[in-house]
């Protein structure tokens, strides 16, 4: 029984993105480009596919109690026909219910939504959370080129909020255009540099869009220690409150905290992670390792050992992500 050979710590772990995927699906699917070696693709390929063999395991050796799953991406945000898109979603999570139906006790996950067509996207939604027991949802950036702050979405922010989960905004779209910073640097595409810069620009146009103000009780989540804009808090403001136009309710740094969440995920720095607790607060951020892109080991012992107190370790490492999710309030979901 997968569990018993957990290693006992006293921090229990929440690991909030980690991906997984499925063969008929990715098989029709672009490949991200990026500039990562052969032997690494053939290294995740083997586990993305895998709950029992590889990952389990791992979870146990490094003392992982839950996986929060999420379709690799691009995911059905690659997809341009609306049909497919909706088909692929409904199929990516009736797998993960099966999944976490198998194993209750160490899976949770987040839906695909087919946003080419956003009523029915939010009836996916309402089925995934309502019907298969799903926490939330998680996106690919944008959806062949439209944002989360394009009018036709109101719906799907509604939906949200009426449920109360989450929208995991993660980079790996297909990109819809070239961007000349790129050109002739492999290395900066993908996610050592212009994803973080991509979807860190999705999560501006939903602040500056007026999304949060709309949809106040709206819940996005930032991976990647938040995609550089923890950081630029500061800038932000100081530059919002020179300009002409000025349509915000708050301060674009007050919408950090509260609406916008964030996790550790790919960026195991002791000095990011102190900077992110002194921006924002450690009740916004939360544990997450990047399986199996990143290693487990390296993260849980970067938040292990992090420059922080031990209260604001256990909120990162499972209590925010309890109640973000609602981990307690809401039943196991049902076996399949």
């Known amino acids: 029984m997968y569990g018993s050979g957990r290693k006992a710590r006293a921090l ?10 499925i063969p008929q699906l990715q098989a029709g699917y672009p490949v991200p480009r990026t500039a990562t070696a052969a032997h ?7 586990r993305l596919c895998d709950y029992t063999r590889h990952r389990l395991p791992d979870m146990d050796e490094h003392g992982i109690d839950i ?18 898109a909706i088909t692929d979603a409904r199929v990516a999570n009736d797998h993960l219910a099966d999944v976490i139906a198998a194993h209750p006790a160490r899976f949770r996950g987040l839906a695909a939504l087919p ?5 029915a996207a939010v009836a996916e939604l309402h089925r995934a959370v309502g019907s298969l027991g799903l926490s939330g949802a998680l996106v690919n950036d944008h959806t062949a080129g439209s944002y989360l702050d394009d009018p036709r979405y109101e719906p799907v922010w509604a939906a949200l909020e009426d ?8 980079p790996g779209a297909p990109p819809t255009e070239t961007w000349r910073v790129l050109a002739g640097r492999p290395e900066l595409q993908g996610p050592l540099w212009s994803w973080a810069a991509e979807t860190g620009g999705h999560a501006l146009r939903l602040i500056f869009g007026g999304v949060f103000d709309r949809h106040p009780r709206a819940t996005v989540i930032l991976g990647h220690l938040g995609e550089f804009l923890p950081f630029q808090l500061a800038r932000l403001d100081s530059r919002y409150a020179r300009q002409a136009h000025q349509p915000l309710a708050r301060k674009p740094s007050e919408y950090f905290g509260g ?10 720095s002791p000095a990011a992670l102190a900077g992110a607790v002194l921006a924002i607060g450690a009740d916004a951020i939360m544990f997450a390792v990047d399986y199996p892109f990143e290693d487990t080991a390296e993260a849980v ?17 499972h209590s925010n992500a309890e109640r973000v999710l609602h981990l307690h309030s809401r039943p196991d979901p049902p076996r399949m």
């Open 12 to 21: 229990r772990l929440i690991a909030m993105e980690e991906a997984f995927a």
């Open 40 to 46: 690494w693709v053939e290294h995740w390929a083997a």
């Open 67 to 84: 996986q929060v799953l999420s379709l690799t991406a691009p995911g059905v945000q690659c997809l341009t026909d609306a049909r497919q």
């Open 115 to 119: 946003l080419q067509d956003p009523e």
């Open 163 to 170: 449920l109360d989960v989450p929208l995991y905004l993660h």
């Open 259 to 268: 609406n916008i969440l964030i996790t550790t995920s790919g960026v195991c």
């Open 301 to 317: 012992r970067f938040l292990e050992q992090a420059p922080i107190s031990d209260t604001d370790r256990a909120k990162i490492g």
